[in-house]
């Protein structure tokens, strides 16, 4: 393995955070193309090929947790106790406050009665109990900042673990995150055998479930890259996952045979989601060499810093994109990708402006600071 430092911005890990955003927008859109039970031949042939595209979209959020843990956990990256406390956490704080009373009051038609009878109307007719649930919920896509607090929370500790840890214990950290994570996941919702389920109980790993072996494994590829015959394993391992997953999902969900799909390896915890994932990342560290135009190489520096602010604000772009009819019908399953660009290019020309806003907000309140001292 060849050792790899992160001590610049690279071009392909911004190109794969923009990749990312976008997956995740073609796999909260697929959900309307694969959840629908089919109703004739032509119907089911479809739903397949969106089964495909939806199995393509998957490594989007394991890929923004690995390029976390690819910047976090480096070296020359300094993230203690003060820094997360006093930085990380409460900014992740005040994203989450202003996002889910907005989409708290997005699910109530705040906006839209607000527009049809006024601001008062609309306020009074809030239903308080249900507003500061799913305030404190959160809407469906906010979960990912509730797990990214608690990888904030134990990063000071991962770091020591990476920072002295060799790369074959490293490798071995997260066999065991994938291993047991993805054991317990289908283990739950697939083979359910009692003696497996004490057996992982009485083990007590549950410190390697979940997402902290993305984060680490982030940290892992990008700093020992592996060699291109190493690498091409992984790649192959991947493509078989891919296929594994929308063919298996085929096979459990069969013409005519089901009303909500079976979509065990859907999920993130899944062994092929992890393999995908992997072999993603992996081929964009493997491409740091790549140069782009130099004015297209200036526009992808500058989108990464609104990737976050798109997938924060995609599922309210999606809802109004329907309403207004903007989107092609979900009869042929690639207007799914299509439909993934247009939510995509909504989405980012409204993070644009509402990260511009804030930014002069911030600027103002600065200002205003300097001018009270003086």
Not at 312 to 320: A, G, N, T
């Amino acid at each position: 393995m060849e050792t790899q430092r992160i001590s610049e911005r690279l071009i392909n890990y911004d190109i794969l955070r923009i990749l990312a955003a976008y997956l995740i927008v073609m796999l909260h859109l697929s959900v309307q193309y694969v959840n629908k039970a089919p109703a004739s031949v032509e119907e089911y042939l479809q739903w397949q090929q969106s089964v495909k595209l939806a199995a393509l979209s998957r490594p989007g959020v394991p890929i923004f947790v690995m390029l976390s843990g690819a910047f976090l956990l480096r070296s020359d990256k300094e993230v203690s106790l003060k820094t997360i406390f006093k930085k990380y956490l409460p900014k992740l704080v005040l994203i989450f406050v202003f996002w889910s009373f907005f989409y708290s009051l997005s699910e109530q038609d705040f906006f839209r009665v607000s527009l049809e009878s006024g601001l008062a109307d609309s306020w009074n007719a809030i239903d308080w109990n249900k507003f500061w649930f799913n305030f404190a919920q959160g809407h469906y896509h906010m979960w990912y900042l509730y797990m990214l607090a608690g990888l904030y929370l134990i990063t000071p500790l991962i770091k020591h673990i990476t920072a002295h840890a060799s790369k074959p214990l490293l490798v071995y950290f997260v066999f065991l995150c994938v291993l047991i994570t993805s054991v317990t996941k289908l283990n739950q919702d697939f083979w359910e055998l009692s003696l497996l389920d004490m057996i992982l109980d009485k083990l007590s790993l549950s410190f390697f479930l979940g997402y902290i072996g993305y984060f680490v494994a982030g940290y892992l590829f990008s700093t020992y890259t592996p060699s291109w015959w190493v690498s091409a394993v992984i790649f192959v391992l991947g493509v078989v996952s891919f296929r594994f997953t929308y063919q298996e999902t085929w096979g459990m969900n069969p013409m005519f045979g089901f009303d909500t799909p079976n979509l065990i390896y859907f999920s993130n915890y899944s062994p092929t989601v992890f393999l995908m994932s992997f072999a993603v990342f992996l081929l964009a560290a493997k491409l740091a060499f790549i140069k782009l135009w130099k004015p297209l190489q200036t526009l992808v520096l500058k989108l990464p810093k609104y990737m976050l602010a798109v997938y924060l604000v995609h599922p309210f772009v999606i809802k109004q994109c329907r309403s207004a009819a903007i989107l092609l019908t979900a009869d042929s399953a690639w207007s799914l990708p299509e439909n993934a660009i247009i939510v995509f290019l909504i989405s980012l020309a409204v993070s644009i402006i509402i990260m511009q806003a804030y930014w002069l907000v911030l600027r103002i309140i600065q200002l205003v600071f300097r001018t009270v001292r003086c």
